[in-house]
């Protein structure tokens, strides 16, 4: 989907006690459920919803998007919208990056010091990355990474920007990891 087909179904949306799914078929066959936090003309961000919970938000690239299902047009969705607000799991947003770029998010990511999962999509392969940006340099971020036995890796890792393709902030996966991190 383009900006202007996402801004007219998610533009409304946006801080609403409303969940979308999102679809990125070229990336992924599963959809991701979600409440939308922020759009911008090239990112999406929402905040992940998984079994009647909130696990940090995900910014994606809109040229990925392939779909987008509305509460207000899906039934199964407003089910469990309804629950959300029943059960009060909605609470106030606290998204407060900046999307307008990849380099604008990783600038301020540098800054805050802030542990993310980065996904980069290839034609045949998907590639992740679980870290701090640590520099940005015509469009090359450095990262110091760890990997899933929660060891930091000793050299940098270098990702093209142009290859990301979605960025996790304050999931609990990642929160975890980092707060447990160790060197080899």
């Not at 999102?22 to 066959?29: E, K, M, N, S």
């Not at 969705?77 to 309804?82: A, G, L």
């Not at 090359?140 to 290859?163: P, R, V």
Request: hydrophobic share 40%; aromatic share 14%.
């Amino acid at each position: 989907m383009n900006y202007n087909e996402l801004n007219r179904f998610v533009n409304s949306k946006i801080n609403s006690k409303e969940l979308v799914e999102i679809f990125r078929y070229d990336i992924d066959d599963v959809s991701a459920l979600g409440q939308i936090a922020a759009l911008s003309k090239d990112l999406l961000c929402y905040r992940a919803a998984v079994d009647f919970s909130f696990d940090g938000y995900k910014i994606i690239r809109n040229k990925d998007v392939s779909e987008v299902i509305l509460c207000d047009k899906n039934d199964n969705m407003n089910f469990i919208s309804s629950i959300y607000r029943k059960e009060n799991i909605f609470s106030a947003l606290s998204f407060n990056y900046p999307i307008k770029s990849w380099n604008s998010l990783f600038e301020e990511l540098i800054n805050s010091k802030i542990a993310m999962s980065i996904e980069c999509a290839f034609d045949d392969a998907i590639d992740y990355y679980f870290g701090w940006v640590i520099g940005i340099d015509n469009n090359i971020a450095t990262l110091k990474c760890f990997d899933g036995s929660g060891y930091l890796f000793k050299d940098e890792t270098k990702i093209n920007l142009n290859f990301v393709s979605a960025v996790s902030i304050g999931d609990r996966y990642t929160e975890y990891m980092c707060k447990y991190v160790r060197s080899l």
